[in-house]
């Protein structure tokens, strides 16, 4: 799924998310460029980004995630990808400003 500039990244499942949820890490880089060698702040949510589900796999935590769901601000299209995959997501909440399902 697109969100207008993007192909939206969803996970094949939140146990598949292992990735750290803390310390600093240097992101190797990608062909789009984004955010490759540079380092990242893993403690700070805002600062977290994939371009693959391998991605999404190796640097988010799924609990954390988890976690962080509700208080997410995500554009719909992004959560209209991923609540359908992952219905624990959908239960945990629909996102600062959205009204609930």
Not at 8 to 36: D, E, F, I, K
Not at 45 to 69: K, N
Request: glycine share 12%; no cysteine; proline share 12%.
């Amino acid at each position: 799924m697109r969100d207008g500039l993007r192909q939206v990244v969803v996970a094949t499942g939140l146990a598949a998310l292992r990735g750290p949820v803390s310390g600093r890490w240097q992101l190797p880089p990608h062909p789009n460029g984004s955010r490759g060698g540079r380092t990242t702040n893993f403690a700070d949510p805002d600062e977290r980004e994939a371009a693959s589900p391998a991605d999404l796999e190796r640097w988010l935590g799924g609990t954390e995630f988890l976690r962080l769901w509700p208080q997410l601000f995500l554009p719909r299209v992004v959560r209209a990808a991923w609540q359908p995959q992952q219905p624990t997501l959908a239960r945990a909440g629909a996102g600062p400003g959205v009204p609930q399902m």
